[in-house]
């Protein structure tokens, strides 16, 4: 039975066509015949809901990681041994 898989995947290099697949959700299947006609509506609204709800946390957990690695290298590179160095360098010598 064939079905419909979201892929989130983050691009590296937007002139390439490879990317990295963080994360898979396949949404659940419609059967309809487990479906009661007075309350098919809400039940697939809940699915709907919930799955929804799945996907753009994930979403944002990935766009967090992104920004918490951007963020991180940036701090490590500011307090790195070597620009220290070059910061202590510049204040001996009144700069």
Known sequence: ???????????????????TELAAFDLPAA???ALQPETALDELE????????????????AQWDVIDAELTERHRQH????AGARRRSRARHGR
């Open 31 to 33: 059967d309809s015949a």
């Open 1 to 19: 039975m064939c079905h419909i898989r979201v892929l989130i995947c983050r691009v590296d290099d937007p002139t390439s066509d490879q990317t």
């Open 79 to 82: 307090f790195s041994p070597s």
């Open 46 to 61: 809940t699915i709907t809901q919930e799955t929804g709800n799945a996907i753009l946390r994930r979403v944002l957990q």
